[in-house]
T-cell receptor
Framework: KAGVTQTPRYLIKTRGQQVTLSCSPI?????VSWYQQTPGQGLQFLFE???????NKGNFPGRFSGRQFSNSRSEMNVSTLELGDSALYLC????????????????FGPGTRLTVT | GENVEQHPSTLSVQEGDSAVIKCTYS??????FPWYKQELGKRPQLIID?????GEKKDQRIAVTLNKTAKHFSLHITETQPEDSAVYFC?????????????FGSGTRLQVQP
C-alpha cells in the first residue's frame, strides 16, 4: 500500500507571495492533519480535516488555511508569506476502518520544505 | 491546552546499552501517546504507541510505559544499535474527532556509539 505523499517536496517563495501544498493520504484513510516543523518551535499542529470538514485548528494566524476533497486529498495554503513561515510542512494521514472500529494512528508524509526569502 | 515536556534533549549510549526517554503531559484528558523516530532528512516514523487503558506495551526491543496518575510516559529501547540513532519525539492527544491534534515534545537526539 502506498504511503502518504506530498507535493512539491521543495519550494522557494518570496515574502508576500502565497503557496499551496498538497497531500495525498494512505488509501482508505479519511483524515488528514497538517503540522509545521521548525528548529525553534518543533512540531506544531496546524489543522485536521475529516470528511471535507475542518475538525480542529491549531494556534496559527488566518493566513494558514486548508481544505479536503471528497477523495480525502488535502491542500493547505499560506497567503502573504513571511520569513518565519520557512519550515518543513508535514501532513499526517489517519482514521481507517478496522474489523471492530477505527484505528487512529497518524502516519506522516515526507514533507514539503518551504523556504521564504 | 496540552503541554508535553521531554527529557533528555540528547542521549549518547554505547551499542548494546539501553536508552530511556521520558515525557510528561499536562492535560488529563489526553489518552493517546505515540512515539515517533525521525532520521535526518526523513519523515517522522511511528514506532510505538500506547493508550491510557494500558500501562505498558512492548514491541521487540522497544517498550513504552504510561503512568496516568503522574502524567508521564517513557520509551525504553534495549540492546541499542547504531541504526537506532535518530531524533525521537513523544506526543499526546485525545482520540475523538476534533481532539486528535498531536502535541509533541521537543525531541531527544539519540546517538548510539558503535
Amino acid at each position: 500500500k502506498a504511503g502518504v505523499t506530498q507535493t512539491p517536496r521543495y519550494l522557494i517563495k518570496t515574502r508576500g507571495q502565497q503557496v499551496t501544498l498538497s497531500c495525498s493520504p494512505i488509501s482508505g484513510h479519511r483524515s488528514v492533519s497538517w503540522y509545521q516543523q521548525t528548529p525553534g518551535q518543533g512540531l506544531q499542529f496546524l489543522f485536521e480535516y475529516f470528511s471535507e470538514t475542518q475538525r480542529n485548528k491549531g494556534n496559527f494566524p488566518g493566513r494558514f488555511s486548508g481544505r479536503q476533497f471528497s477523495n480525502s486529498r488535502s491542500e493547505m495554503n499560506v497567503s502573504t508569506l513571511e520569513l518565519g513561515d520557512s519550515a518543513l510542512y508535514l501532513c499526517a494521514s489517519s482514521w481507517r476502518e478496522t474489523g471492530n472500529g477505527f484505528a487512529y494512528e497518524q502516519y506522516f508524509g515526507p514533507g514539503t520544505r518551504l523556504t521564504v526569502t | 491546552g496540552e503541554n508535553v515536556e521531554q527529557h533528555p534533549s540528547t542521549l549518547s549510549v554505547q551499542e548494546g546499552d539501553s536508552a530511556v526517554i521520558k515525557c510528561t503531559y499536562s492535560d488529563s484528558a489526553s489518552n493517546y501517546f505515540p512515539w515517533y523516530k525521525q532520521e535526518l532528512g526523513k519523515r517522522p516514523q511511528l514506532i510505538i504507541d500506547i493508550r491510557s487503558n494500558v500501562g505498558e506495551k512492548k514491541d521487540q526491543r522497544i517498550a513504552v510505559t504510561l503512568n496516568k496518575t503522574a502524567k508521564h510516559f517513557s520509551l525504553h529501547i534495549t540492546e541499542t544499535q547504531p541504526e537506532d540513532s535518530a531524533v525521537y519525539f513523544c506526543a499526546a492527544s485525545g482520540q475523538g474527532l476534533g481532539r486528535r491534534a498531536l502535541t509533541f515534545g521537543s525531541g531527544t537526539r539519540l546517538q548510539v556509539q558503535p
